[in-house]
């Protein structure tokens, strides 16, 4: 293992470029196994330094550990994590990144990119200027890093929620799908080596391939990911409707005096005993949809997480393809890559299946709704169409009225439609492209391991 003297920040900084992708795995420990050459460079470091040397030889002193103390309990919750970070190159100088670490049984891959979504970049290390010097405080005072860092987390956390975010776990839900979606309008995608050929130009052919089927399951989830967040606007609208119904319904009842309305109180007193009912069907409709909402969300960033990673074995292989020096050196990793692919793929088929399931109990919850008022509605129609209209009072309660009916009716029918449009939306992914294709890049990756690939270096 190399060793590393300290290193003191100068505040110059250096860029990741618009199309570079870098990665490095490690071990249970946080030893550094395997990185490609676009790490090496950046970190301006020798490759024999950071091989077996712990990955926190990169980390910048104004990041606060309480965002690595969430990254490890995330980690090993089995969960893949993502964060806005800086890194401390070998010669003082900064450079940001857009980093996620994902594990891989009793190891970690971590994949970093240039961070291209200023506003969450921002808000982040706002969050973490008011972090850390509370830490370093705590570290003055005698605190040892982890018990500073613990209650870094917890601060982090408070800022959250204070911003309007549940938590941490669905910031980063919202980070890595944005920063992709950014990427994908800037950079130049998996790059083409046409003259390439033997088990390398197949891995290159058929990241080309995933990657369009993914694009496709990228805007499938946008769109149900809009009208989840639609349905959960919706429906406190349509409980704030019920009770204005029986508002109306109790109004007319007090003011009824001479009895016009004593044919239709029948119907509005249904109106008026059916909002606790509706009120609570609602409630158990809403708790559906944020179920609904969190499964789409994570989804994404599920999906947004396999393209990263079908990106990186494309540049990668390009990088082999290439003869890149120090590629050669972390051939390896390209085994932990396509894992890390794999286990992503099947992960969000699992989840895409999920999603269905959530969205078909939530559109048979709304379809008891519209069952429910379906008579009353009607029946207060057909009493609005013989209403006696000449009297100017009695036209003004049944004006008031109708609007009722109308709204109750707009809303309802603004749920079925969002409910159906969700579950046409929500039936899971044809996953068969996708399976055909990681299961040509197992058979390339097994034949590739342990020998020299069969390729011709020409670009």
Known sequence: MGTDAKVVPTGARHEVGVDELFFSTTDARGIIDQANSVFVRLTRRSRDVLIGAPHNIIRHPVMPGGAFLLMWDTLEAGEPFCAYVDNLAGDGSTYGVFATITPLGDDYLSVRARPFVDGLHDAAFSLYGAVRPMELELRDKGWNPHEAAVVGAEKLGELLVGAGIPSYEEFIWKALPAEVEARLEVASGIAKRPLATGDLAGMLDIAVKIDEALQFWVHRLDDLQRVADALLAAAPQFSQTMEANAHVADRINENDAEGFFSSAMVYL?????????????????????????????QTRFRIALAVLHNWTVGQFVVELIDNVPGSDEARPAIGQLGRALDEGLATTAEQSQRNASLATAAAERISTL????????????????????????FMEMVDTISAQVDRTQADIDLLG???????????????????????????????????????????
């Open 417 to 459: 439609s969002l409910s159906d449009e969700c579950r046409r939306i929500a039936v899971p992914v044809d996953t068969q492209v996708v399976e055909e294709q990681t299961e040509l890049l197992r058979s390339l990756l097994a034949a590739h391991q342990g020998h020299r690939p069969r390729y011709a270096m020409s670009k």
């Open 269 to 297: 007193r249904v109106w008026a005993q059916m909002a606790p009912e509706v009120a609570g069907i609602v409630t158990e409709l809403l708790v559906q949809l944020d179920e609904l909402r969190r499964s789409c969300a």
């Open 370 to 393: 519209r069952d429910l008022l379906d008579l009353p509605q009607t029946m207060i129609r057909e009493w609005l169409s013989r209403a006696d209209r000449s009297s100017a009072t």
